[in-house]
């Protein structure tokens, strides 16, 4: 299960109290440790009006519905009407990373781990032949490795 980072802007009209802020923050911060997750930050009443912004940090195999329910979660706490931001996700270089990464492509593949000579981790990523023609193997190998930050082999099946 990945990590995923949701951002959401929870006043974008800018007409919340620094009280209304604090407020909202306890409340969200109590809704969310029933996902087991986790606010960052916490003081936006520091923040420009127009970026008052919470990230929440959520693992979850569903970054689009996480997100959603993290709008209605936050509407709830901040009694407002949040807009979305962009979701990203904290990687550990884990295969579930790996398989994230190629979920984002929609692609799915088997990855197997080993250790080089020196006893770094090198990830093998088998990918269906027909996949790697509609995806640049380029693009695959960047974002994986960048993901797992170790070497990373594409291979076609």
């Not at 929870?10 to 969310?32: M, N, W, Y």
């Not at 550990?92 to 984002?104: E, I, K, P």
């Amino acid at each position: 299960m990945r990590t995923a980072v949701l951002r959401i802007n929870i006043d974008p009209a800018g007409e919340l109290t620094d009280e209304q802020l604090a407020q909202g923050v306890s409340a969200l911060r109590a809704g969310v440790v029933a996902w087991d997750g986790e606010v960052l930050g916490g003081d936006l009443s520091a923040a420009p009006t127009n970026r008052r912004e919470v990230q929440l940090l959520v693992a979850t195999d569903d970054a689009d519905g996480a997100h959603r329910a993290a709008l209605e979660l936050c509407a709830r706490a901040f009694g407002t009407e949040p807009a979305a931001g962009v979701v990203t996700f904290i990687s550990r270089g884990t295969d579930d990373d790996a398989r994230g990464v190629l979920a984002g492509f929609g692609l799915t593949a088997e990855v197997v781990r080993t250790q080089d000579a020196d006893g770094f981790d090198v990830v093998s990523v088998i990918v269906a032949k027909e996949d790697l023609e509609r995806v640049p193997e380029s693009r695959l190998h960047t974002a994986l490795e960048a993901s797992l930050n170790c070497e990373v082999t594409v291979l076609a099946k």
